[in-house]
């Protein structure tokens, strides 16, 4: 993901902070994704929680994988072929 989507993701992932519970992680990606399909267009995934694990396809250049707080945050466009991914949570510092 470039620099400056990630700095946006990284602010949007702030702001939802700022707007719900901690512990509503549904409605901290749901807000992260809307932000997200607004200004980068539609397709947007965002999976938040203190641990997960995940395996998905994402379109090149838009996937970005961090922890804010206690929380963890994957954010990314679907794309239906090319870079499978998987991540687990608890190898994130």
Not at 11 to 39: N, P, Q, W, Y
Not at 52 to 81: D, Q
């Amino acid at each position: 993901m470039p620099a400056r989507m990630q700095a946006a993701a990284t602010s949007a992932a702030s702001r939802a902070l700022d707007l719900f519970d901690v512990d509503d992680c549904r409605a901290i990606a749901g807000h992260i994704k809307t932000e997200f399909d607004r200004r980068y267009g539609v397709g947007w995934q965002c999976v938040v929680g203190a641990s997960f694990g995940c395996f998905f396809t994402h379109s090149s250049g838009t996937f970005i994988y961090f922890s804010l707080e206690r929380l963890t945050f994957l954010l990314f466009k679907a794309a239906p072929v090319a870079f499978a991914t998987s991540c687990d949570s608890s190898a994130v510092s």
